[in-house]
């Protein structure tokens, strides 16, 4: 069905938005997926603070290029008549994480790429991010870490102080 020429402006506003506000987009074709399992990802997207939207190629290559970035030519070969956008509002690696667990149980859901900080990357790049553990679990990680270290150093002390005890003792 074609939109109207204000429908379009409509649209066109929207995605530049969108585009101002991200901190990083998935491109993906969604042609072939059923619309109960796209319901069910955008509740997980919007959980995490994320948000997927649908347009037209026409548009979205217009509205990125209205916002200054430029990735048109990289992606055009692989792209089906709609995209579909995952924008990353609140967390760069969010997308691409839910994304690719998304593309786990549906493969009809093709990662085609993405736009991170404010550069276009590939498909393979894309993945790559998806792989990254998530803030929490790296702030978690760094404080077993420490925590580690700081309880090796007291055992040290504690097998020091207990020797000189011993020694004391002895003499």
């Known amino acids: 069905m074609a939109l109207t020429k204000e429908k379009k402006q409509k649209s066109l ?7 101002s506000k991200q901190k990083s987009v998935i491109f993906a074709d969604f042609s072939k ?3 109960k399992d796209l319901f069910d990802l955008r509740k997980k ?13 026409t548009l979205i290559r217009i509205a990125f ?14 792209v089906p008549g709609q995209l579909a956008l995952v924008f990353g509002i609140d967390d760069e690696i969010a997308p691409a994480r839910i994304s ?11 990662i085609l790429g993405g736009i991170f900080e404010k550069r276009f990357i590939g498909k393979e790049k894309v993945l790559e991010l998806a792989n990254i553990p998530s803030r929490n679990e790296l702030l978690g990680r760094l ?7 700081m309880i090796g150093f007291v055992t040290v002390l504690d097998h020091i102080r207990e020797n000189k005890e011993k020694t004391i003792v002895n003499n």
């Open 65 to 78: 290029g209205q916002s200054g970035i430029s990735f048109w030519s990289k992606i055009k070969n692989s």
């Open 143 to 149: 404080v077993g870490s420490i925590a580690s270290s």
């Open 45 to 57: 997207l919007k959980e995490a603070g994320c948000l997927l939207k649908i347009g037209k190629k």
């Open 100 to 110: 690719n667990q998304f593309v786990k149980t549906n493969e009809n859901f093709k």
């Open 33 to 35: 997926v059923n619309s």
């Open 13 to 19: 506003a929207d995605l530049k938005e969108k585009i």
